[in-house]
């Protein structure tokens, strides 16, 4: 079945390592979002690609990059995690920004603890 | 600015009641989308239905129900005959026409008691 694919499920990191988050689709969708997810809050966008295109949103931090080497792949790093980074990361795609009619695709979310 | 409005952060009702979950919701948009998605303790986010603006027809899905009405801004859930099972977090949403995203209610917390 098409999906979104993220790993891991969980992942355990320690204060200031650097750590890497992996979201895959096989729905060739062109764009793909990042969210940020705190206990008991709503998700908050921190960024998404449209195709290649790179969208940050004005208030993520600098702490948090993205890569997305290709349609199917796009990662989400976190240079120097603190412990106010320890949320849950959901992807998500859309087929097109532009289009009429569209839908989210969401992945089963990585849960990041730091210790 | 486009925001979204839950104002119920916790309902607990017993089993086999029915309960309507309120949102409301603010854009300047024309065009634009709205969501309902459940999430359960696992975390993931289940769509349950979206909707344009264009289509204010309630729709029924087997023990759920939406009402769209654009006067009053609001797109409430409703889950008839409540089961254990529908106990989880539920999220409204709003994303606008060549938004880049989904904009997110706080969320209601939603329990149902055998």
């Known amino acids: 079945d098409a999906m979104v694919i993220q790993n891991p499920r969980y992942q355990v990191t320690q204060f200031g390592k650097p750590v890497t988050l992996s979201c895959s689709q096989t729905l060739n969708h062109n764009v793909m979002y990042w969210y940020q997810q705190k206990s008991s809050q709503a998700p908050k966008l921190l960024f998404h690609?449209?195709?290649?295109?790179?969208?940050n949103e004005a208030d993520t931090p600098d702490n948090f990059q993205s890569r997305r080497p290709n349609t199917s792949f796009c990662f989400l790093d976190i240079r120097s995690p603190g412990l106010g980074d320890a949320a849950m990361y959901l992807c998500?795609?859309?087929?097109?920004?532009?289009?009429?009619?569209?839908?989210?695709?969401f992945g089963s979310g990585t849960r990041l603890t730091v210790v | 600015a486009q925001k979204v409005t839950q104002a119920q952060t916790e309902i607990s009702v017993v089993e086999k009641e029915d309960v309507t979950l309120d949102c409301v919701y603010e854009?300047?948009?024309?065009?634009?989308?709205l969501f309902w998605y459940k999430q359960p303790p696992s975390g993931e986010l289940v769509f349950l239905i979206r909707r344009n603006s264009f289509d204010e027809q309630n729709e029924i899905s087997g023990r759920y129900s939406w009402n769209f009405q654009k006067s009053t801004s609001s797109f409430n859930f409703t889950i008839t005959a409540s089961q254990v099972v529908d106990s989880a977090v539920y999220f409204c949403a709003l994303s606008g026409k060549g938004a880049q995203k989904l904009v997110f209610g706080q969320g209601t917390r939603l329990t149902i008691n055998p």
């Open positions: 998500a795609t859309s087929r097109d920004r532009l289009s009429l009619d569209y839908g989210y695709t």
């Open positions: 690609y449209y195709d290649k295109d790179f969208n």
């Open positions: 854009t300047r948009d024309t065009t634009y989308y």
